[in-house]
């Protein structure tokens, strides 16, 4: 397992405000982002957790924070980055430095507690602590909802694992994304501990097109003529709302013929409440 000081590998690495783009005035865009993985995300998030003036919500590893959060009450954003948290500030009420393997909150505090891609990167060892804070800060009729990336079995990471020296720089180290697990896995740690109320992957989803640039513009481009346009396709929908969308409309289109199998999924939801441990 790989040592490193997270402090130092996260400061700066998310801290970007994530809006939510269903509600934009541009058209375009609204119609285009639709397509991405971010709304895919957002859509899903929307649907079971409710809005609420009186909820009070934390969002765990919340980088720059995210506006669709920002809707379901009164928010808490706690990150291990100091240089995210100057963005959190401007959009949730409240932002904490801590490491959420020990959130500094009272027990049953938070009517929701969310994360979106964070769990992946928490180490193997940690995350049965980091998923036993959740539930002691979780009230008893709270309700938990997290995005996690996952260990896939799709043809695209089926592609990338064929280099394990690549695949390991560009998609486990570039971000940290230490603690990936098969989708059934990450379901059954949470049994553990929580009563699951839903799950399930997000498929047919695309990542932005600048993600294929960070994975791909690389040695993965002299392995892979997909690999190539990728990036290409990447690099050029970075200037132009419109190729950006034509460039999303056409990624998806890949993925229709992608069994949809849960184990194939990269990235799923679990969406849990608090019950007693027998």
């Given at each position: 397992?790989?040592?490193?000081?997270?402090r130092?590998?996260?400061?700066?690495?998310?801290?970007?405000?994530?809006?939510?783009?269903?509600?934009?005035?541009?058209?375009?865009?609204?119609?285009?982002?639709?397509?991405?993985i971010?709304?895919?995300?957002?859509?899903?998030f929307?649907?079971?957790?409710?809005?609420?003036?009186?909820?009070?919500?934390?969002?765990?590893?919340?980088?720059?924070?995210?506006?669709?959060?920002?809707?379901?009450?009164?928010?808490?954003?706690?990150?291990?980055?100091?240089?995210?948290?100057?963005?959190?500030?401007?959009?949730?009420e409240?932002?904490?430095?801590?490491?959420?393997?020990?959130?500094?909150?009272?027990d049953?505090?938070?009517?929701?507690?969310?994360?979106?891609?964070?769990?992946?990167?928490?180490?193997?060892?940690?995350?049965?602590?980091?998923l036993?804070?959740?539930?002691?800060?979780?009230?008893?009729?709270?309700?938990?909802?997290?995005?996690?990336?996952?260990?896939?079995n799709?043809?695209?990471?089926?592609?990338?694992?064929?280099?394990?020296?690549?695949?390991?720089?560009?998609?486990?180290?570039?971000?940290?994304?230490?603690?990936?697990?098969?989708?059934?896995?990450?379901?059954?740690?949470?049994?553990?501990?929580?009563?699951?109320?839903?799950?399930?992957?997000?498929?047919?989803?695309?990542?932005?097109?600048?993600?294929?640039?960070?994975?791909?513009?690389?040695?993965?481009?002299?392995?892979?003529?997909?690999?190539?346009?990728?990036?290409?396709?990447?690099?050029?929908?970075?200037?132009?709302?419109?190729?950006?969308?034509?460039?999303?409309?056409?990624?998806?289109?890949?993925?229709?013929?992608?069994?949809?199998?849960?184990?194939?999924?990269?990235?799923?939801?679990?969406?849990?409440?608090k019950?007693?441990?027998?």
């Amino acid at each position: 397992m790989k040592k490193i000081d997270e402090r130092v590998f996260y400061d700066g690495k998310f801290t970007k405000i994530i809006e939510d783009l269903s509600s934009s005035k541009n058209l375009l865009k609204r119609f285009f982002y639709k397509f991405s993985i971010t709304q895919t995300r957002n859509r899903t998030f929307n649907k079971l957790i409710k809005n609420s003036t009186n909820s009070l919500v934390l969002d765990l590893g919340c980088g720059g924070g995210r506006g669709i959060i920002k809707k379901k009450g009164k928010v808490i954003g706690v990150d291990i980055s100091f240089t995210s948290l100057k963005n959190t500030n401007k959009l949730y009420e409240h932002s904490v430095l801590a490491n959420i393997k020990n959130l500094p909150f009272k027990d049953n505090a938070f009517d929701v507690v969310a994360s979106f891609d964070v769990l992946g990167h928490i180490q193997h060892n940690d995350k049965d602590q980091v998923l036993k804070e959740i539930r002691r800060v979780l009230k008893y009729n709270g309700k938990t909802i997290h995005f996690i990336e996952t260990e896939s079995n799709s043809e695209l990471f089926k592609f990338a694992k064929r280099y394990p020296e690549l695949y390991n720089k560009y998609f486990i180290e570039q971000d940290g994304h230490f603690g990936l697990e098969s989708p059934s896995e990450v379901v059954k740690r949470f049994e553990k501990l929580f009563k699951i109320l839903a799950f399930n992957g997000l498929y047919f989803n695309i990542w932005p097109p600048e993600e294929y640039v960070k994975r791909f513009d690389n040695k993965y481009k002299q392995k892979s003529v997909l690999a190539k346009i990728l990036v290409i396709f990447g690099k050029i929908a970075k200037l132009n709302n419109v190729v950006y969308g034509i460039c999303c409309f056409y990624l998806s289109l890949l993925q229709i013929f992608e069994p949809k199998k849960f184990n194939n999924s990269s990235l799923i939801y679990v969406y849990a409440t608090k019950e007693t441990i027998k």
